[in-house]
Nanobody, 130 residues
Framework: QVQLVESGGGLVQAGGSLRLSCAAS????????MGWFRQAPGKEREFVAA????????YYSDSVKGRFTISRDTVKNTVYLQMNSLKPEDTAVYYC???????????????????????WGQGTQVTVSS
């Protein structure tokens, strides 16, 4: 069974940085598409970043492009989200996700839609103060 555990959230001032980690068990990240999503109070879960296991393609939402970086360590079976230049609007619970299928998807749709992922972590809170 796949289990994902996020960590690294916290309270940071605007302009600061945080690095989130997502540790997996039951599935090697080397053969798993991975995504990061976030959900702010009263809002729907939204896509943040994703990585294709097959070719390493990386996707970012427009709101975080240039500030956030997704990466993975296949030895530690951990995916990271480095978040720089944080803004108050980045405040949310951040979730990592993966899916059962190992099919290669060339369309960004399969990486940006929450419904295309099967397994989710419990989330980690990120709060950015102004």
């Amino acid at each position: 069974q796949v289990q994902l555990v996020e960590s690294g959230g916290g309270l940071v001032q605007a302009g600061g940085s945080l690095r989130l980690s997502c540790a997996a068990s039951g599935r090697p990240f080397s053969s798993s598409d991975m995504g990061w999503f976030r959900q702010a109070p009263g809002k729907e879960r939204e896509f943040v970043a994703a990585m294709s296991w097959r070719d390493g393609s990386i996707y970012y939402s427009d709101s975080v492009k240039g500030r956030f970086t997704i990466s993975r360590d296949t030895v530690k079976n951990t995916v990271y989200l480095q978040m720089n230049s944080l803004k108050p609007e980045d405040t949310a619970v951040y979730y990592c996700a993966t899916r059962e299928s190992r099919t290669y998807y060339s369309s960004s749709y399969y990486y940006t839609e929450a419904g295309k992922y099967d397994y989710w972590g419990q989330g980690t809170q990120v709060t950015v103060s102004s």
